[in-house]
């Protein structure tokens, strides 16, 4: 498959194709008789994980790491678990402090006509009012 067609499958322009290759977030495509890349299914693999791993928010020093691993001669297979352990470790903590906003904002919503009311009744001041942090649910 040509970069353009890989680029409009993966939804990333061909300069970022030819980027991450460059810098060895993907492995080196293979190229046809003219000089023109041809990806395979294993690229296409390498680029969609690699798109993945970057919104979720991997470093691209990381993914060239782990994309090293790869190409390596060596047994890698643990320092290449180790990195994806590490990235799920992280994206858990994301997933977990994601959660308390939202869980925070609904509070916020579901609240805010009551809220408002009791600050227009003076029942609620600036010095008066809810400790958010303080709540069980919005703490880390």
């Known amino acids: 498959m040509n970069s353009k067609k890989v680029s409009e499958l993966m939804d990333l322009t061909v300069d970022t194709l030819r980027y991450y290759e460059r810098i060895g977030v ?17 690229d296409l693999n390498w680029i969609f994980l690699a798109k993945n ?8 020093e990381s993914l060239a790491e ?9 047994d ?8 994806l352990n590490e ?31 009791k600050f227009k009744s003076g029942e609620l001041d600036k010095d008066n009012t809810e400790e958010l942090w303080t709540m069980k649910h919005f703490k880390k």
Do not use: C, W
């Open 53 to 60: 791993l970057r919104a979720a928010g991997l470093s691209i």
């Open 66 to 74: 782990f994309a090293s691993l790869a190409e390596s001669k060596e």
């Open 76 to 83: 890698v297979k643990g320092a290449q678990k180790e990195i």
């Open 26 to 42: 993907i492995p080196p495509v293979d190229r046809d008789k003219n000089g023109y890349r041809d990806y395979k299914t294993n």
């Open 87 to 117: 990235q799920m470790e992280n994206l858990n903590e994301k997933l977990s402090d994601l959660q308390r906003t939202k869980d925070l904002l609904q509070y916020k919503i579901d609240t805010y006509d009551d809220h408002i009311a």
